[in-house]
């Protein structure tokens, strides 16, 4: 069984950006994130209404820090520490030597290629650093950029689970793709 270890934080470098630790500094941003209707759109969760559930979901991302049970980072541009998505590995499994990864990014970044940059560096990681055998991304079936970005980067279709889950009062579905490390 695998044991993660994120400590010291691991900040991870490509050509155009900048994967670092989100801080409570970063609220404005998470907040920009989180309560953006365009941003949550495909992602079942509530929006925050507040900088304190900005705060307190920055502190759920430490936590799991802390406990090596998950690790998100911060998207920046090089030129700017602006935090313009969040990507990182959840639902981790290390018993399976699996964990599932997502991602987030602002409307105004969308089709510059930026979650597939940050995504292609964050499979070596998990794959060479974690130790992981196998990589999931659970997304909506309607969300067909998402599809695009995993597929782009050798992701494969495994699953499309019929109203999988119940949120805001109605059922939804699901589509799993996976990568095996190679």
């Known amino acids: 069984m695998l044991n993660f270890n994120f400590t010291p934080f691991p900040v991870i470098e490509t050509e155009r950006l900048i994967l ?27 929006l925050v209404k507040t ?14 820090i802390g406990t090596n049970t998950g690790i ?3 998207i920046t ?19 399976n030597y ?15 290629g930026i979650i597939t940059e940050a995504l292609i560096r964050l499979i070596s990681y998990g794959f060479n650093d974690m130790g992981l055998h196998s990589i ?9 950029a998402s599809e695009k970005v995993l597929e782009k980067c050798g992701f494969i279709k495994e699953a499309h689970l019929k109203e999988a889950e119940f949120y805001n009062g109605k059922f939804l579905d699901k589509v799993i793709y996976s990568l095996l490390i190679s």
């Open 51 to 64: 900088t304190d559930d900005a705060l307190a979901h920055i502190a759920m991302i430490e936590e799991k």
């Open 72 to 74: 998100n980072w911060g």
């Open 98 to 112: 699996r964990a599932e990864i997502g991602y987030m990014l602002l409307p105004e970044f969308h089709g510059k």
């Open 136 to 144: 999931e991304a659970v997304i909506d079936p309607e969300n067909t």
């Open 20 to 46: 670092r630790r989100i801080t409570d500094d970063d609220i404005n941003e998470v907040f920009e994130l989180r309560s953006n209707p365009e941003t949550m759109k495909y992602i079942p969760r509530p």
């Open 77 to 95: 541009l090089k030129e700017n520490s602006k935090v313009i998505g969040i990507i990182g590995y959840y639902r981790m499994q290390p018993e």
